[in-house]
T-cell receptor, first 114, second 112 residues
């Protein structure tokens, strides 16, 4: 079975543009979360979705939005990009939302804003 | 707010030495704790998951302990190898919202 897949792997955007990052969870997993990792720091929680509903939101501005589709894949959208949005964006999946199951991460999408 | 701290930030050891990585958290109301490995420029690979009711978890050369009352977890890696060189991150899942809170990681270099 494939692990968590993310696309694109790398991208460069200009300040003010918007970006869409995509994530496909492990087959059978219904919960998807998004994290932002700035160089030298641990990942910071952005969003969590379960069964297509938002279950949690981190301390990020409204420029960040996300959604989950009926097949449990997810998109993270960031509008009006700032230089500080440059980071590794990680998607994680787990079987269900509130459980003790292991959380699995994808390889991430590297976003550079110039 | 849950604060997760990992000390040291970096360490370098000769091959064969045992590694001890520390993680501390401020709020003991956790659901579980998970250790991850991250290679440069890559995503996170899950190593061990410890439920809040457990004291330790083992997988091969890896052993992780959890002391909820003192807010500490330790990851032990026996007989280190150059392939163990990576950044190791601990993360706690909060009981109230099931979100992961990460430490900044410990970057390990194992010298051949």
């Amino acid at each position: 079975d494939a692990g968590v897949t993310q696309s694109p792997t790398h991208l460069i955007k200009t300040r003010g543009q918007h970006v869409t990052l995509r994530c496909s969870p492990i087959s059978g997993h219904k919960s998807v979360s998004w994290y932002q990792q700035v160089l030298g720091q641990g990942p910071q929680f952005i969003f969590q979705y379960y069964e297509k509903e938002e279950r949690g939101r981190g301390n990020f501005p409204d420029r960040f939005s996300a959604r989950q589709f009926p097949n449990y894949s997810s998109e993270l959208n960031v509008n009006a990009l700032l230089l500080g949005d440059s980071a590794l964006y990680l998607c994680a999946s787990s079987l269900i939302w509130s459980s003790g199951n292991t959380i699995y991460f994808g390889e991430g999408s590297w976003l550079t804003v110039v | 707010k849950q604060e997760v701290t990992q000390i040291p930030a970096a360490l370098s050891v000769p091959e064969g030495e045992n590694l001890v990585l520390n993680c501390s958290f401020t709020d003991s109301a956790i659901y579980n704790l998970q250790w991850f490995r991250q290679d440069p420029g890559k995503g996170l690979t899950s190593l061990l998951l410890i439920q809040s009711s457990q004291r330790e978890q083992t997988s091969g050369r890896l052993n992780a302990s959890l002391d909820k009352s003192s807010g500490r977890s330790t990851l032990y890696i026996a007989a280190s190898q150059p392939g163990d060189s990576a950044t190791y991150l601990c993360a706690v899942i909060r009981s109230n919202d099931y979100k992961l809170s990460f430490g900044a990681g410990t970057t390990v270099t194992v010298r051949a």
